[in-house]
């Protein structure tokens, strides 16, 4: 049967012995199209007692001479990975149209199936891909790989590449994928805002037309920026930098306000570089530089390489949140009204539409949120401390002004005085059910020092 297949296909013309043994791809585990190939056309001739007249790749009518040209693609790939630090990598291919319809006629003038056994697709990834990985060491990786090769066979003359041993750069194009730093940062100045935010007046040109041409934007002074500085910008170059890529985004779990300090146990956050040529830098190195170059106003702790998953683990995992806020009040109020409020209020769960500080357009919405745990200490009759544990989303400012009626119950409402928070700190952004941070999405060994954080987590769960 099989014999009478081979022989059918042999007699559609030349054809090479990976494309006869193509067809019966899926026979026989651990032999190579070509050693397929080469046994049945070993095999027909045998039985027809004809002499052996391989056809080399280049007078087959059916991959025109590409089945030959594994090694020189190989070469290409690597060559122009130089440079580029990977671990896993995947071979994808782009087969010319007409290719790919002589492999379906190869089948049909045989009375095969137009699909049997594997396409000639598959077969140049697998044993360029093959070659790749002898060469670089690299593991295969289908599903997220950090390099990506694709083959364009349209990009060559693969009779020319038989010829001299290679092929033209511009058929293979390198795509890299990008690479996370995950860590929690600190903002221990207030007007410092988690990701850059150009200036609203000039849109981040820094420029505004005057009567004269352009000059400096009144808005920014001409920073484009309407603060100096923010936590994206801090913390984004040096990661960029140390991974050797083209640019970067910050991704937080999460934001606090401009005018708010993250302090304590910091705020989760990943750092994704686009394009990285290195994908293993030092963390505990880039976390000394990103600190020693911020002064002070932000810091950053337990840098750690992390997968791609790490970005919709801080994006998406839900997260409860401690304050302290100074409280101010608009007229006196005594020790035991204040402490009888904190103790009814401790526990409660709040119905808050959206705040009016809130952008407008969004269309208002009444949420409940609950107030874990509450505490809070008179600092002077119209002054006070209050340290706050609530669920993810709960707007704190709201929770003691009472926002016009719109938070229910608040602080304010419940003493019966206006009251306002005057400074806030975030002081811990903890996952709800469990910590942000597990081995699963690390691609580093944690460092010394560096899993306390996790004991911390679910301690306080
Ligand atoms: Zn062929
Ligand atoms: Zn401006």
């Known amino acids: 049967m099989i014999t009478e297949d081979a022989r059918a296909l042999l007699a559609t013309g030349g054809v090479c012995d990976s494309c006869l043994g193509r067809p019966f791809a899926d026979r026989s585990f651990g032999l190579t199209n070509a050693e397929r190939g080469r046994a049945l056309r070993t095999t027909v001739a045998l039985a027809d007692d004809e002499d052996f007249d391989p056809t080399p790749p280049t007078d087959c009518w059916v991959c025109e001479g590409y089945c030959g040209t594994f090694d020189p693609i190989a070469d290409a790939v690597?060559?122009?990975?130089?440079?580029?630090?990977?671990?896993?990598?995947?071979?994808?291919?782009?087969?010319?149209?007409?290719?790919?319809?002589?492999?379906?006629?190869?089948?049909?003038?045989?009375?095969l199936e137009p699909d049997v056994g594997e396409s000639l697709k598959r077969e140049v990834n697998r044993e360029v891909g093959r070659r790749v990985g002898a060469r670089t060491g690299a593991e295969v990786d289908f599903d997220r790989p950090d390099v990506l090769a694709v083959v364009d066979l349209e990009g060559f003359d693969p009779r020319e590449a038989l010829e001299t041993g290679s092929v033209t750069g511009h058929a293979v194009d390198v795509q890299i994928n990008p690479a996370f730093v995950y860590g929690r940062y600190r903002k221990l100045e207030r007007d410092i805002p988690q990701t850059e935010w150009p200036c609203r007046e000039c849109g981040g040109s820094g420029i505004q037309l005057g009567d004269d041409g352009e000059e400096p934007c009144d808005y920014c002074g001409g920073s484009g920026y309407m603060y100096d500085t923010s936590v994206e910008q801090t913390v984004r170059p040096h990661v960029v930098a140390a991974m050797d890529g083209d640019e970067g985004t910050f991704h937080g779990a999460g934001r606090e306000d401009v005018d708010a300090r993250m302090l304590e146990e910091g705020r989760p956050?990943?750092?994704?570089?686009?394009?990285?040529?290195?994908?293993?830098?030092?963390?505990?190195?880039?976390?000394?530089?990103?600190?020693?170059?911020?002064?002070?106003?932000?810091?950053?702790?337990?840098?750690?390489?992390?997968?791609?998953?790490?970005?919709?683990?801080?994006?998406?995992?839900?997260?409860?949140?401690?304050?302290?806020?100074?409280?101010?009040?608009?007229?006196?109020?005594d020790e035991k009204r204040f402490d009888e409020a904190i103790a009814e209020l401790d526990g409660t769960t709040l119905a808050q539409e959206t705040p009016q500080r809130v952008d407008h357009r969004r269309a208002a919405l009444t949420r409940e949120r609950t107030v874990y745990d509450l505490e809070g200490e008179l600092r002077s009759s119209t002054e006070a401390e209050v340290r706050l544990h609530g669920e993810g989303g709960l707007y704190v400012k709201e929770f003691v002004s009472g926002d016009?009626?719109?938070?229910?119950?608040?602080l304010a409402g419940t003493l019966g005085v206006d009251a306002e928070v005057t400074a806030?700190?975030?002081?811990?952004v903890e996952g709800e059910d469990e910590p942000f941070e597990r081995e699963e999405y690390f691609l580093d060994e944690p460092r010394d020092g560096d899993d306390d954080s996790d004991d911390d987590g679910s301690d306080r769960n």
């Open 424 to 428: 806030l700190d975030v002081t811990g």
């Open 78 to 111: 690597v060559e122009a990975l130089e440079g580029v630090d990977f671990a896993t990598y995947q071979v994808g291919t782009q087969v010319p149209p007409l290719v790919e319809e002589n492999d379906r006629l190869l089948r049909e003038d045989a009375g």
């Open 269 to 333: 956050f990943v750092l994704e570089v686009k394009r990285p040529h290195e994908r293993d830098p030092d963390p505990a190195e880039l976390e000394a530089k990103i600190n020693e170059a911020a002064d002070g106003s932000v810091e950053v702790e337990g840098l750690r390489l992390a997968t791609y998953e790490m970005v919709e683990r801080v994006k998406e995992h839900d997260a409860s949140k401690h304050y302290r806020a100074d409280v101010e009040f608009s007229e006196p109020v």
């Open 404 to 410: 016009d009626g719109r938070t229910e119950p608040s």
